[in-house]
């Protein structure tokens, strides 16, 4: 796959030869940024952009924008290129800038927020969880029940309708 990539790379770098790539800007207020520009390690625009993603895990347009010093379009139609490749997840919210995801960005949150919770709930934990557990259980059984009463009800006052005339 690495193979496929370099190649991949390589031809996007004769499409796009004549974007050029502005100094690093020391004064990015973005904590995903701090890595100085990497463009030695690198040999084109999208390799960095790729590299910027897979270590922040997810990026603000907006963000890359004030970092390359590039307009907001022509970044999406980069970052458009690098989602057709299935190399990122260009994500659309439904308020603010495009956003620029590494693949399976949202499972490895929910893995992390599992481990996370399952953590929490070892030793002393436990106990509140067990409890937890049974009071859902509870609420769930006697949901159940109301709602099967309230279904009952409804048909028996159906059938009076239809007796009564």
């Known amino acids: 796959m690495k193979i496929n990539k370099i190649k991949l790379f ?6 796009f030869a004549v974007v050029r790539l502005p100094k690093a800007n020391k004064t990015a ?4 940024f701090e890595k100085p520009f990497r463009s030695s390690l690198h040999e084109t625009f999208l390799d960095d952009m790729y590299a910027q993603v897979q270590d922040a895990g997810r990026i603000n347009i907006s963000q890359l924008a004030s970092r390359y010093g590039l307009s907001i379009s022509m970044l999406e139609e980069f970052a458009k290129v690098l989602d057709k490749e299935k190399l990122v997840e260009l994500y659309y919210p439904i308020i603010g800038t495009p956003v620029v995801r590494k693949l399976n960005y949202i499972a490895e949150l929910n893995a992390k927020r599992l481990g996370n919770s399952n953590n929490r709930n070892k030793g002393e934990g436990s106990i509140i969880s067990e409890a937890n557990k049974k009071q859902k259980i509870i609420n769930l059984a006697l949901f159940g029940i109301l709602t ?6 409804g048909y028996l006052v159906y059938l009076n309708r239809f007796a009564a005339q």
């Open 10 to 15: 390589s031809r996007l770098k004769k499409a």
């Open 29 to 32: 207020q973005n904590v995903n």
């Open 148 to 153: 099967f009463a309230l279904v009952m009800i």
